[in-house]
């Protein structure tokens, strides 16, 4: 059973940043692909980023040159740096462990607004 806990979110001003944080436990966490998506409010979820277990990442054009994905195998964590945050970004966050199953977290909301 994989259980997966992001944390980091939070409200902040356009043109800010957050770091949102995914920790994971009861997996061989390296050899998954793991990615983030979002859902604003009555909208449909969405694929952020995802990173593979060699490291190599994708982008959607939304965020690409101002988010940044990286983890951590030996903590196995997923964390996404988020930059030049703008309204439009603001969501519930979820991480996603793509193994045979697929396990999601619970989400953390992210507010950018003056």
């Known amino acids: 059973q994989v259980q997966l806990v992001e944390s980091g979110g939070g409200l902040v001003q356009p043109g800010g940043s957050l770091r949102l944080s995914c920790a994971a436990s009861g997996s061989i966490f390296s050899i998954y692909t793991v990615a983030w998506y979002r859902q604003a409010p009555g909208q449909q979820r969405e694929w952020v980023a995802r990173?593979?277990?060699?490291?190599?990442?994708n982008y959607a054009d939304s965020v690409k040159g101002r988010f940044t994905i990286s983890r951590d195998n030996a903590k196995k964590t997923v964390s996404l740096q988020m930059n030049s945050l703008k309204p439009e970004d603001t969501a519930v966050y979820y991480c996603y462990l793509a193994d045979a199953i697929g396990y999601w977290g619970q989400g953390t909301q992210v507010t950018v607004s003056s």
């Open positions: 990173i593979v277990s060699g490291g190599g990442t």
